[in-house]
DNA sequence: TAATTTTTATTTGTCTGACATTTAAAAGTC
DNA sequence: GACTTTTAAATGTCAGACAAATAAAAATTA
């Protein structure tokens, strides 16, 4: 853990950089407790606050985590799948959100991935994972639902359908994509969906993953992409002639 | 920007999430420039130092930026590409470290999403990115190159392959699992790994891509993916009995 | 008047020192 | 030996101060 590697200006940044290096090069390992925020204050020849801020910024990073009293102290933090999921929707969201990306940009982009996971699911996915986009497609099928109600019925159908891959890291990199997208999804075509044209191609869907039938997951989904970008397209074209 | 929604301790974190959610929720909108510490320290009516704790949480999620000096302060950030997939690299790169996540199921994630945007690459590499990865086999094929460089200049190969998609959702989305993956990558394929084999297989995929033959690019990544785990296998079964 | 320099006010960055709170371990008690 | 009390160590929070940067206002000068 050496002292100052960086330009002469934020020393929380510097030391949270320092202690984030030695965690990264594995010099300090999961579960290891770091010195106390005196001895970093010696350590590093700053102020308790100081090292305290680097501590939070760290903290924000679940880099690690802190506990009080006797024995307490920060400790180098295992970072879960649900840290990093929880991290990568909340930035995912708000670069989609302040980037003006297009919708046909983030939709292709989220299709592409959902259909690399396609055929392994297809070969893997549970009875347990099948049964559970089955009960997301009767709840999207119930009259009374309203718009929020489905949208988050639509994400974790196909976060099932990822999870089907049973590749952990697969299902950690998709689910964010996925849910970050869905605002913006949501947004376009929260109004003009046809909730049976969405239901139907959900079984269609879930049929095939019944079947194992790589290619017709694959077919489906890809009129899903299809239908979904048409509907942008109509939605912004009433925007353009509202008459 | 209401004040108090969580559980009763760490003030820092409690405003920190309540000033993300303002950002989130759009309240903040990009640039504009948070009250200042003390005004801070009064609406939520705490100290200053805690107020700053949380501010350099949202500053290590480049959620905010500061400025020193009259009208300086806390300004809400654009997050940028850049940004969320440096964080995404050293957030993945750590989560896979730390998870004892296994050679084949990194690896099977990372070519089923690079897999993902052969297609949208092969219709669309420009001719510079096409460059960039003769240039990269190039600098592979070198004698004197040592194992960091050929590492890294494979990395640079599959970046090319990626932003080729022309899409910076998949771009960014990949390039952080990639990067993420290559020490894990490197750590076991280092003594292993046949240079020859893989600059053959690269150009393979510069050669396909050239002629934007898609089928060709996947079977290419496919004899990759596959040479890569039965090396890792080797090794793994070297090591098993070191006689 | 116009350009330049100086001053000033504001804001973040940092420090010192203190007290509150939590918690595990040590000491004491029955 | 089991339970209670005390103690010490650590983080959490606060108050007040000064340093440094910076932009705007004021003063100065050509």
Do not use: W
Request: proline content about 4%; some cysteine; overall charge negative.
């Amino acid at each position: 853990m050496k002292n100052e590697p960086q330009k002469p200006s934020d020393l929380s940044a510097q030391i949270a950089q320092a202690i984030r290096d030695a965690i990264i090069s594995g010099e300090l390992i999961v579960d290891e407790r770091l010195p106390s925020e005196a001895e970093l204050s010696d350590q590093f020849q700053v102020s308790r606050p100081t090292v305290r801020e680097a501590l939070k910024r760290l903290a924000a990073q679940s880099l690690i985590r802190t506990q009080r009293g006797a024995s307490g102290g920060a400790f180098v933090n295992r970072i879960s799948f649900e840290d990093a999921y929880s991290q990568q929707v909340t930035t995912s969201t708000l670069l989609l959100s302040m980037n003006a990306i297009s919708f046909d940009t983030a939709c292709e982009a989220r299709f592409a991935l959902e259909r690399a996971c396609a055929p392994l699911s297809a070969q893997r996915r549970t009875a347990d994972q099948l049964a559970t986009m089955r009960a997301e497609i009767f709840r999207q099928s119930q009259p009374g639902l309203t718009d929020e109600a489905f949208c988050s019925s639509d994400v974790a159908f196909h976060r099932a359908l990822v999870d089907g891959a049973g590749n952990p890291v697969l299902s950690y990199q998709l689910a964010g994509a996925v849910e970050a997208m869905q605002p913006l999804m949501n947004m376009i075509t929260f109004t003009a969906r046809s909730r049976e044209e969405i239901i139907g191609l959900h079984n269609r869907i879930a049929n095939a993953l019944e079947a194992r039938e790589e290619a017709k997951v694959d077919a489906a989904l890809v009129e899903l992409e299809n239908y979904t970008r048409r509907l942008a397209q109509d939605v912004a074209q009433q925007h353009r002639k509202p008459a």
